[in-house]
Nanobody, 118 residues
């Protein structure tokens, strides 16, 4: 059974930092590209950051470039999202997404809430 479990969401003040984690099981993690999406109330889900399964470059939404960093630990089967200089517009539910390199199959986590407010 495939599971993606996000953690690390919290409420922080503007300018603060959070580190999200997504622990996976039931997948050959190294064969999956990993992404973080977010969905704010009343808005569509948007891609925040992505990291390929092997090689290649990470990619980021323009709104988070220079503030967020995605990384992965294949040994721990975990992907991370380091978020710095958080702003109220970053408030959303953040979802972990895995995409099979060969199959294209997609899996989703249930999300973790990030709230940025003073």
């Amino acid at each position: 059974q495939v599971q993606l479990v996000e953690s690390g969401g919290d409420s922080v003040q503007p300018g603060g930092s959070l580190r999200l984690s997504c622990a996976t099981s039931g997948v050959t993690f190294s064969s999956y590209s990993m992404n973080w999406y977010r969905q704010a109330p009343g808005k569509e889900r948007e891609l925040v950051a992505g990291i390929p399964s092997v090689g290649g470059s990470t990619n980021y939404a323009d709104s988070v470039k220079g503030r967020f960093t995605i990384s992965r630990d294949n040994a721990k089967k975990t992907v991370y999202l380091q978020m710095n200089s958080l702003q109220p517009d970053d408030t959303a539910v953040y979802y972990c997404n895995a995409v099979g390199r060969w199959s294209g199959i997609r899996y989703w986590g249930v999300g973790t809430q990030v709230t940025v407010s003073s």
